[in-house]
């Protein structure tokens, strides 16, 4: 059976959640523009001193920015862009091709009975998250 992108996710979703995976996604980017926003700032109030205060400033908020919130897997998969999500599905689907199941339950069942495809499915996300995403995955042993 043809499976859909949302029925991938869903079994990600379970897969992450019966492992108790967290991930740390650090913003860089966000860090990166708090920094330049607060050293201009600085420096149109301040003049030269104002940029050497508004780049500490920035500096410190931009770190704590990016230091990254562990939050649980399942959330951060659900707000990924359609594009993003459609790659999770294109290597599930080479996994998942020669099972035989008629709703997005039974697929999980299914995967749940066998701890190979777990593993298999569960090595995409995390490599997915680490390589992608760039975070950082806490996960129960």
Same mark, same amino acid.
């Given at each position: 059976?043809?499976?859909? $992108? =949302?029925?991938?996710? !869903?079994? +990600?979703?379970?897969? @992450?959640?019966?492992?108790?995976?967290?991930?740390?996604?650090?913003?860089?980017?966000?860090?990166?523009?708090?920094?330049?926003?607060?050293? /201009?700032?600085?420096?149109?109030?301040?003049?030269?001193?104002?940029?050497? *205060?508004?780049?500490?400033?920035?500096?410190?908020?931009?770190?704590?920015?990016?230091?990254? !919130? /562990?939050?649980? $897997?399942?959330? *951060?998969?659900?707000?990924?862009?359609?594009?993003?999500?459609?790659?999770? +599905?294109?290597? @599930?689907? $080479? *996994?998942?091709?020669?099972? =035989?199941?008629? =709703?997005?339950?039974?697929?999980?069942?299914?995967?749940?009975? +066998?701890?190979?495809?777990?593993?298999?499915?569960?090595?995409?996300?995390?490599? +997915?998250?680490?390589? !992608?995403?760039?975070?950082? *995955? !806490?996960?129960?042993?």
């Amino acid at each position: 059976m043809p499976i859909n $992108v =949302d029925d991938v996710m !869903q079994l +990600y979703c379970h897969l @992450a959640q019966k492992k108790g995976m967290k991930a740390a996604v650090k913003h860089t980017g966000r860090g990166a523009l708090v920094v330049a926003a607060s050293t /201009f700032l600085g420096g149109l109030m301040g003049g030269p001193p104002g940029i050497v *205060i508004g780049g500490a400033f920035g500096g410190l908020l931009g770190a704590w920015m990016t230091s990254g !919130q /562990f939050r649980p $897997v399942p959330q *951060i998969l659900l707000e990924l862009p359609p594009a993003e999500q459609q790659k999770l +599905y294109d290597e @599930a689907a $080479v *996994i998942l091709r020669h099972l =035989d199941w008629t =709703d997005v339950a039974q697929l999980t069942a299914l995967v749940m009975r +066998y701890a190979n495809l777990q593993q298999k499915l569960t090595a995409v996300l995390k490599n +997915y998250l680490t390589k !992608q995403l760039k975070a950082k *995955i !806490q996960h129960r042993k």
